[in-house]
């Protein structure tokens, strides 16, 4: 199957949900500029009491460190997460259907998060469970470079399992796309088809996503010069700025990534998810394979067979669910 990167596409994607981008960006940098105050208050008051007692100096340090870490998971679970979630449905609307939705696109992609999950914890649940069968997934690709003859293959390895491992995440919220594609409420079901999809189909979506992931590291070097050019000068005047605008870099080249970098590797990653398995019905053999080989992927499906079962106990919802066959040919875009 051809590996074709969706670079120039996944660019269009950024400009049509740019709401998100420019959420993104804001929160991202509120957040940042939050931490470096912060660490800037606490590391402050630990190097003052280090002066009198050294050993309270560094606890206080520690525990501030820690209270940044927390602050930073709940903010990562309870609104970033949603926040990506949502983009992802409204990017998944203009790849599926060559349109996005009328009104304001946040409140649809929250809406649409909280019609297919309803509850923060069964999307976490859902995700761990489906970033494990792909986690294992991926380190059956990574091993096959073992077997290559290739000149220092140790540190490829590594190398390739890294990258796989980063480009865990995109390829998750590809296969929970789906989803929102079908506009399907047993999202245990539709992981399970998604994953077992993603194994049929898993080289030019692992490769897009992969190669995804080095460009995003590239855009961080690049922001870095940019950033870190002008930083570099006027730390050279003014020396007492050199340590506060060297964080203010990091800070700034990291916020970059996680709000515009992670953005642009993600619609490239549905692009490709959904260009190689579009039309294709998930092969019981390759099902059979996943049992076989996965725990993770067992419980997937006991998951999903509990939810149907839930699902015909109660009233049927008044909107049906939209499954691959009951798709329209007209639902799709041209070319998809």
């Known amino acids: 199957m051809q590996v074709k990167l969706y670079l120039g596409e996944a660019l269009g994607l950024i400009f049509k949900t740019l709401p998100f981008i420019w959420i993104r960006l804001g929160t991202y940098a509120l957040l940042g500029i939050g931490l470096a105050v912060y660490f800037a208050v606490a590391g402050g008051g630990a190097w003052l009491l280090a002066d009198f007692i050294p050993l309270l100096g560094i606890i206080v340090f520690l525990i501030a460190w820690g209270g940044a870490w927390a602050l930073?998971?709940?903010?990562?679970?309870?609104?970033?997460?949603?926040?990506?979630?949502?983009?992802?449905?409204?990017?998944?609307?203009?790849?599926?259907?060559?349109?996005?939705?009328?009104?304001?696109?946040?409140?649809?992609?929250?809406?649409?998060?909280?019609?297919?999950?309803?509850?923060?914890?069964?999307?976490?649940?859902?995700?761990?469970?489906?970033?494990?069968?792909?986690?294992?997934?991926?380190?059956?690709?990574?091993?096959?470079?073992?077997?290559?003859?290739?000149?220092?293959q140790k540190n490829l390895n590594k190398i390739v399992s890294q990258v796989t491992k980063f480009a865990t995440t995109y390829i998750d919220e590809a296969i929970l796309s789906r989803a929102y594609q079908y506009r399907e409420q047993n999202v245990?079901?539709?992981?399970?088809?998604?994953?077992?999809?993603?194994?049929?189909?898993?080289?030019?979506?692992?490769?897009?996503?992969?190669?995804?992931?080095?460009?995003?590291?590239?855009?961080?070097?690049?922001?870095?010069?940019?950033?870190?050019?002008?930083?570099?000068?006027?730390?050279?005047?003014?020396?007492?700025?050199r340590v506060p605008l060297g964080v203010l870099v990091l800070l700034g080249v990291w916020m970059f990534k996680l709000a515009v970098s992670d953005a642009y590797a993600l619609a490239a990653t549905l692009l490709a998810y959904h260009r190689a398995t579009a039309g294709v019905a998930p092969n019981p053999e390759w099902q059979a394979r996943l049992e076989q080989g996965s725990d993770k992927f067992r419980q997937l499906r006991d998951r999903a067979t509990e939810a149907m079962a839930q699902s015909r106990?109660?009233?049927?919802?008044?909107?049906?669910?939209?499954?691959?066959?009951?798709?329209?040919s007209g639902d799709l875009e041209p070319g998809l």
């Open 313 to 328: 106990s109660q009233p049927r919802d008044s909107a049906p669910n939209r499954r691959p066959a009951d798709l329209d």
């Open 72 to 152: 930073v998971q709940w903010a990562s679970r309870y609104f970033f997460y949603l926040l990506r979630a949502a983009h992802t449905a409204v990017m998944t609307e203009h790849i599926v259907h060559g349109r996005g939705p009328t009104g304001s696109q946040v409140a649809y992609g929250k809406q649409q998060v909280m019609d297919r999950f309803r509850d923060t914890s069964i999307m976490f649940a859902v995700d761990q469970v489906v970033d494990g069968v792909v986690r294992n997934i991926n380190r059956t690709f990574a091993r096959l470079t073992r077997i290559l003859p290739i000149p220092g």
């Open 188 to 241: 245990w079901a539709v992981a399970q088809d998604g994953v077992i999809l993603y194994a049929q189909a898993w080289k030019p979506v692992l490769a897009n996503a992969a190669a995804l992931t080095v460009i995003s590291f590239l855009e961080m070097a690049l922001v870095l010069v940019i950033l870190g050019v002008p930083a570099i000068a006027v730390g050279a005047l003014f020396p007492l700025l």
